[in-house]
Nanobody, 113 residues
Framework: QVQLVESGGGLVQPGGSLRLSCAAS????????MRWYRQAPGKQRELVAS???????EYGDSVKGRFTISRDNAKNTVYLQMNNLKPEDTAVYYC???????WGQGTQVTISS
């Protein structure tokens, strides 16, 4: 049984930072690429960042230069460091293991003054 638990969201002001975490179980974590998605109310889910099992990363255009995805295989955890946050980053953030259909509950990120 695959389980993904996102955490670390919250309310921050524009220009602030957050680090999201996603703890995975039920898979051999080191074998899987991992992705972060986000979805704002009424909007399509958007791919934010991805990291392969070998550590290669890619980012959506809207977050390049501001967000960093990383992983700690010893902790079965993928992270998303978010800097210089903007109001348009407000969304529920989800993680997913490549090739696995299960989603976590997501964590809410709100950027507001």
């Amino acid at each position: 049984q695959v389980q993904l638990v996102e955490s670390g969201g919250g309310l921050v002001q524009p220009g602030g930072s957050l680090r999201l975490s996603c703890a995975a179980s039920g898979i051999i974590f080191s074998h899987y690429g991992m992705r972060w998605y986000r979805q704002a109310p009424g909007k399509q889910r958007e791919l934010v960042a991805s990291i392969t099992s070998g550590g290669m990363t890619e980012y959506g255009d809207s977050v390049k230069g501001r967000f960093t995805i990383s992983r700690d295989n010893a902790k079965n955890t993928v992270y998303l460091q978010m800097n210089n946050l903007k109001p348009e980053d407000t969304a529920v953030y989800y993680c997913r293991a490549n090739g696995v259909s299960s989603w976590g509950q997501g964590t809410q990120v709100t950027i507001s003054s």
